[in-house]
């Protein structure tokens, strides 16, 4: 196993790991401390259920796409030899990772901030 492949199977791992957390925050109404940014309480936010609510489909989409991205990685640079392809694959993903990353402190700023 290279660098590289390992690289991808931790990838792939995270994005399971966002999946696992979304559904979990969907479900009990507590956010993962991995979501959020230190500087906010969900004990003490203004609207916790809005913030879940307003984040649920981009964790979902970040966490499949997060998958995603490791997967064609491991495809593409590793099965069948293209590294540039694969290079352009991770060029895109931290172009939305980076989009998501000022939605979600949009979102904690708007419904995490105590009142």
């Given at each position: 196993m290279t660098t590289m492949n390992l690289a991808?199977?931790?990838?792939?791992?995270?994005?399971?790991?966002?999946?696992?957390?979304?559904?979990?925050?969907?479900?009990?109404?507590?956010?993962?401390?991995?979501?959020?940014?230190?500087k906010y309480d969900p004990q003490k936010a203004r609207d916790l259920p809005g913030f879940i609510s307003c984040m649920y489909l981009p964790n979902l989409v970040i966490g499949f796409v997060t998958?995603?991205?490791?997967?064609?990685?491991?495809?593409?640079?590793?099965?069948?030899?293209?590294?540039?392809?694969?290079?352009?694959?991770?060029?895109?993903?931290?172009?939305?990772?980076v989009i998501y990353a000022f939605r979600l402190a949009r979102a904690q700023k708007k419904y995490l901030s105590p009142s």
């Open positions: 991808d199977t931790i990838i792939m791992f995270v994005g399971f790991y966002f999946l696992v957390s979304t559904a979990m925050m969907k479900v009990h109404g507590r956010v993962n401390r991995m979501l959020i940014s230190k998958m995603a991205v490791g997967a064609a990685h491991f495809v593409v640079a590793d099965i069948l030899g293209k590294e540039d392809i694969g290079i352009y694959i991770y060029m895109a993903y931290v172009i939305l990772f």
